[in-house]
């Protein structure tokens, strides 16, 4: 079928648009069946017992991050269609009990089709975070992935050596980095109150070569003097030293007293190299910064790209609303198709990335605005007097859409079509689904027609763990 001959070859030969929806509803669900789930669950409970005390730390950290990774992946795929059907199944009862009579004869709220496979299985990852804390072996400076839990203060960090999801480029980054701390004078910061400074490890590559690793540093009491020595230090270490094996595209180091820190609040600093890495989506390029947001699994993010066009049913005469935007890709991808595309993302420098890739790859029918959803987009449609036809696309983090951002959409009279990317449905994406479809609730200020979920399409962004990236379109 088309879309899987899609699957089988490099990103830049992806079958032509039309292609991906036909084959999608061909695709067979008698596999996808209850007797699935259940041989998943007693697998699942094997496994538990493998991560009982006595069993390998390394089986302990992969059953944790990637719970199926004994499964074969057409196995692994069968179980996350299930956990879908759960979703749709869970949102259609509680759109009943609002009044909504939203249940199809199989109890989904919208037809599901077959969870979409990743092009890779293996080492699909662009980006990793790694941890500093202690090892199995009690050493504090150990980088690595976390088993254990803060609030049962039985934290543990193993190396991910093992870690199927993530490819050999992180994992030498780690090494080199768990290296380096090894040899410094100055202790890890494990807990803030504690003091200690070396902290987590991202690191980013792309597949035209590019590595970016960002290093995070609590500056504690340290003078300006001893933090310039440090910097120099990590510098020689991957320019000089026994980090070349990396290859940096870009070092980068931020000094962070807090758990998460945008560059806003303390700036990242180039020490080595290029100030951003570089990636192509669907013969476009894209510049990628510290902190901007980039689908975590490329080449399953242009196939959903396409789909996301193909669904979107945007013609020439359409405005293409792209809501929590990152870097573009979504917008730009599909601004060939439609008369303009207008993006917002909270990040300011995802949104530079943004209009950079609009004008590196010769796109002028789109504007990029920086601030809250929240913020931008009611003040946007408040006024929205443009006739042509106005579909959204919205993809939000795990924390969903902020109510006044639905609220915005679904009082937008113009918005008839939507589709909601979230990689977490099961959560707070729940609620925004409700909200969308409910009945008109003056007190709630929903004044607008109700949406209805038509089509639910399941994306395998994430091999080897439970999760999925979910692509539902709502109509009205």
């Not at 300006?224 to 180091?253: D, I, M, N, R, W």
Request: proline share 7%.
């Amino acid at each position: 079928m088309a879309l899987f001959c899609a699957l089988r070859l490099p990103h830049r030969r992806l079958c032509p648009s039309g292609a991906h929806l036909s084959s999608l509803s061909g695709q067979d669900h008698g596999l996808l069946t209850e007797k699935t789930a259940a041989k998943w669950n007693k697998k699942k409970k094997a496994r538990q017992g493998c991560s009982l005390p006595g069993s390998s730390w390394e089986e302990r950290l992969a059953n944790a991050v990637t719970p199926l990774w004994r499964l074969p992946y057409q196995e692994q795929l069968q179980v996350k269609y299930q956990s879908q059907r759960k979703i749709l199944q869970t949102l259609a009862s509680r759109l009943e009990k609002l009044g909504i009579d939203a249940q199809k004869p199989d109890g989904l709220c919208c037809p599901l089709q077959p969870v979409v496979p990743s092009p890779i299985i293996n080492g699909y990852r662009n980006k990793s975070t790694f941890s500093v804390n202690r090892g199995p072996d009690g050493n504090p400076k150990t980088v690595g992935l976390y088993v254990g839990t803060g609030r049962a203060r039985n934290i543990v960090c193993v190396k991910a050596n093992h870690m199927e999801n993530i490819p050999p480029e992180h994992k030498q980054v780690a090494e080199c980095y768990e290296e380096f701390i090894r040899h410094s004078s100055l202790d890890p910061c494990i807990l803030f109150h504690e003091g200690g400074h070396w902290r987590e490890l991202v690191v980013r590559t792309t597949s035209r070569g590019h590595t970016m690793a960002i290093i995070t540093f609590h500056p504690q009491e340290l003078g300006q003097e001893a933090l310039a020595t440090q910097k120099a230090l990590l510098k020689e270490f991957f320019v000089c030293g026994p980090g070349t094996v990396c290859a940096l595209t870009s070092l980068y180091f931020q000094e962070s007293t807090m758990t998460r820190c945008s560059h806003e609040q303390s700036p990242f600093q180039l020490l080595h190299g290029e100030p951003h890495i570089f990636e192509e989506v669907l013969g476009l390029k894209f510049r990628i910064s510290p902190d901007a947001f980039f689908q975590v699994n490329t080449g399953a993010a242009e196939i959903l790209y396409q789909v996301v066009g193909e669904l979107s049913q945007a013609g020439g005469d359409t405005i293409l609303l792209d809501i929590c935007c990152g870097t573009g890709t979504i917008g730009l991808s599909l601004a060939h198709q439609v008369s303009k595309i207008i993006g917002i993302e909270v990040v300011e420098k995802a949104i530079e990335d943004a209009r950079w890739n609009a004008a590196f790859n010769g796109i002028s029918n789109c504007e990029f605005h920086s601030g809250k959803a929240e913020a931008v987009l009611p003040q946007l449609l408040s006024s929205w007097e443009d006739a042509r036809p106005l579909v959204a696309v919205v993809n939000p983090s795990r924390a969903g859409l902020h109510y006044r951002v639905v609220r915005a959409i679904r009082n937008c009279k113009p918005i008839r079509r939507l589709l909601y990317i979230s990689c977490k449905p099961e959560g707070e994406a729940m609620r925004n689904f409700l909200e969308l479809c409910c009945p008109p609730d003056p007190g709630k200020k929903l004044a607008g027609e109700p949406f209805a979920p038509t089509l639910a399409i399941p994306f395998d962004m994430f091999p080897h763990t439970v999760h999925c990236e979910l692509v539902l379109l709502f109509t009205r």
